[in-house]
Every structure is written in structure tokens, then in C-alpha cells.
């Protein structure tokens, strides 16, 4: 008798076991064909040290960042900008790297990494976000200048839902004006801060005459199921280790 319970308890544990390991690394999972574009979300890159030697939350190292177009290029992919996925004829292995907020590290500590795999990127830009080391109009200009996209993100990073629909216009608009006059070419795709937002944004968005929006949603889709101003990104945060990476980018996230 004290055998089959213990039997019974260490398999409950197991099973136990075996559900948070699920839950944790999402192998189960159906991988998506490579052949299908991804569009990756990043916010910061900053160098390691002994406080950092791994990224944590939305900052991700240098190291981690390079491994990870180190890993694309060499599975095929085909780096692009949101704009350029959205028109591209074949959009087979297309991959956008994208940036929120407009850190100025995406210019310190991402762009050299970017120039390496000759991979362009799009970044969303709160032109008047506050309390962060915003990328300067001259670091803008140069990285326009070199195949960086510039989309907006509102002009101060505001929660969409909790605005007053007349700020939010006014906001979704003076960011497209401001963000083409800093990058010095239209801008045509858009972000919503924070991932939040209504059915009436995407009519705003859409008025405004952007022709794309990215949201936060962890999806992998054929382009043929793309709805222009919904479009998922992966999630690229600081924390993960390269096993999860790889599950986020064949799976589109690697945790429930």
C-alpha cells in the first residue's frame, strides 16, 4: 500500500514537473515554415558588464542582439524594413527588425551591428517621449540616410485606450508629421505604445495615411494573413537565453 502511494505521488509530481516545464519552454508548439516572414520587436541594446552581463526586460546586450542576426542570416533570412515586407513581391525568409521608443543605443550599440549584416530596421519614434536618452536629429538623419526606416509612435507614448479621442488623433497625427521631417522622407508606419489600442485607433491610424501599424501580439503568419495595421511581432526580450530564442522564433513565443 505505501508503495503504490508513493508510486502514485512521485507521478503526480512528474506530471507536475512536466506541465511547468511546458509552460516554461513552449516546445510543444508547432514550429511555423522559416518561409513565413517574422517582424521582431526590440526596444534597447546596451553592451554587457558585470550589472548586465545578460539583458533583462526590454534591454537586450550586444551580444545577445549580434547572436541573433547571427542565427537568421545564417538560417536565410532576408532583412527588410516593415514598409519594404508589406510591398515586397516575395516576401519568402523576409525578416523586420524593428525598435520602439527611439533609445539613442539603437544608434550606439545597435546600428553597428545592424550595418554588420547589412540588415535595415525599423524604428518607432515618440518624438517627445520623456525620461529617456532619446536618439538626437543628427543621429536620425544619418541612419535614415543609411536604410533605417523611421515610423511613429505617438508623439509622447501615450495609452491610446485611456485617451481622450481627440488628443489621440492629434497625437497619431503630429507624430507621422514629426517623424518624417526628422528622418527627411515619409513615414509610413506606425506602432501603438504599449501594444494597447481600440478598433477606433486603427480607423485613426488608417485615416492618418499610415500604411502599416505593428502592434505586440506574438504571432507567425503568412503574409497572405496580414492585416496591414494589426501586424504580430516577436517579442525580443533581455532575459532569454538562446534556446528560447529559437523557440520564439519558430514557435512565436517561447512561454505561455
Not at 542570416?73 to 527588410?80: D, L, N
Not at 544619418?142 to 485611456?162: K, N, Q, R
Amino acid at each position: 500500500m505505501i508503495e503504490g502511494l508513493l508510486a502514485a505521488v512521485f507521478g503526480l509530481v512528474g506530471v507536475v514537473a512536466l506541465l511547468a516545464l511546458a509552460a516554461r519552454y513552449n516546445f510543444w508548439r508547432l514550429p511555423k515554415p522559416m518561409s513565413w516572414p517574422r517582424i521582431l520587436m526590440y526596444h534597447r541594446i546596451q553592451a554587457p558588464s558585470a550589472d548586465l552581463p545578460r539583458g533583462e526586460g526590454i534591454t537586450a546586450t550586444t551580444t545577445q542582439f549580434e547572436a541573433h542576426l547571427a542565427w537568421l542570416a545564417s538560417h536565410g533570412a532576408r532583412f527588410v524594413t516593415v514598409s519594404e515586407l508589406m510591398v515586397a513581391e516575395n516576401p519568402a525568409r523576409m525578416v523586420a527588425i524593428t525598435f520602439d521608443d527611439g533609445y539613442d543605443d539603437n544608434y550606439t550599440h545597435a546600428w553597428p551591428i545592424l550595418k554588420k549584416f547589412s540588415a535595415p530596421a525599423t524604428i518607432y519614434l515618440a518624438p517627445d517621449m520623456l525620461d529617456i536618452d532619446r536618439l538626437t536629429p543628427q543621429m536620425i538623419v544619418e541612419m535614415s540616410a543609411g536604410g533605417v526606416e523611421f515610423g511613429a509612435h505617438t508623439m509622447t507614448h501615450i495609452h491610446l485606450p485611456s485617451t481622450d479621442d481627440t488628443e489621440a488623433l492629434a497625437e497619431i497625427q503630429a507624430s507621422k508629421e514629426a517623424v518624417a521631417f526628422l528622418a527627411g522622407r515619409p513615414c509610413l508606419s506606425f506602432a501603438y505604445p504599449y501594444g494597447k489600442f481600440c478598433d477606433k485607433h486603427v480607423v485613426m491610424v488608417a485615416a492618418t495615411g499610415f500604411t502599416s501599424a505593428v502592434t505586440t501580439k506574438k504571432r507567425i503568419l503568412p503574409r497572405k494573413k496580414f492585416d496591414p495595421l494589426r501586424l504580430p511581432r516577436l517579442s525580443m526580450v533581455g532575459q532569454m537565453n538562446r534556446f528560447e530564442f529559437w523557440l520564439t522564433i519558430t514557435r512565436g513565443r517561447y512561454r505561455v
